[in-house]
């Protein structure tokens, strides 16, 4: 079964709307951690949310915020006030502590998102 | 500008070859891990180290090898080349190779084998 799933291939979303990329996850690590990463089409990968299984608070980082659900392994990231630049692959990972000391990322397949002007 | 640096940026060779690409962590970052990005398998984990020792494999291959230098420095050498190597080769860094890190990645190595 994979630990990641992001079942949109593809988004479109209009300039300056808000958008919503899905992320499930599976694992029965009490402690994990859950990472967006965006990929540009030039290909690098830039951090761009962090939230820990057991924060209380959705992580929020100026216009991404992190929709954390852990009853229904979620973490959906959002993100507010789409600029043109925000189009990107964009990929959901995790890491789990069960692993010894093997802090690897797990990542999804991703999105792909493309703002309309 | 993520402060992982990676070269070359593109590599083109031919099957059979050997390569070796090569990082540089953050600046005081101990962690070097290295993923491996192709069309069919995604984004794949290949070897963590810390502090100059291995600390993780993933799905490296056995033609595949590398390591971390005292300068912190990580190479990452892959043999016998074949064309299912092509692919991008990101390395990232952390703090402390701890759960609680966040890994930031390099620009990354594009691998064209011929």
């Known amino acids: 079964a994979q630990k990641i799933t992001q079942t949109q291939p593809g988004m479109f979303v209009q300039e300056k709307e808000a958008v919503t990329l899905d992320c499930t996850y599976d694992?029965?690590?009490?402690?994990?951690?859950l990472f967006w990463y965006k990929q540009p089409s030039s290909g690098e990968m830039i951090f761009l949310i962090y939230?820990?299984?057991?924060?209380?608070q959705n992580a929020t980082e100026g216009r991404y915020s992190l929709n954390f659900q852990k009853a229904r392994k979620s973490a959906n990231l959002v993100i507010s006030a789409s600029q043109l630049g925000d189009s990107a692959m964009y990929f959901c990972a995790m890491r789990e502590s069960s692993g010894g000391s093997n802090y690897k990322l797990t990542f999804g397949k991703g999105t792909l998102l493309t703002v309309n002007p | 500008d993520s402060g992982v640096t990676q070269t070359p940026k593109h590599l083109i060779t031919a099957t059979g070859q050997r390569v070796t690409l090569r990082c540089s962590p953050r600046s005081g970052d101990l962690s070097v891990y290295w993923y491996q990005q192709s069309l069919d398998q995604g984004l794949q984990f290949l070897i963590q180290y810390y502090n100059g020792e291995e600390r993780a494999k993933g799905n490296i291959l056995e033609r595949f090898s590398a390591q971390q230098f005292p300068d912190l420095h990580s190479e990452l050498n892959l043999s016998s080349l074949e064309l299912g190597d092509s692919a991008l080769y990101f390395c990232?860094?952390?703090?402390?190779?701890?759960?609680?890190?966040?890994?930031?990645f390099g620009p990354g190595t594009r691998l064209t084998v011929l």
């Open positions: 990232a860094s952390s703090l402390a190779g701890s759960s609680t890190d966040t890994q930031y």
């Open positions: 939230q820990g299984s057991y924060d209380q």
């Open positions: 694992t029965s690590d009490p402690s994990y951690g």
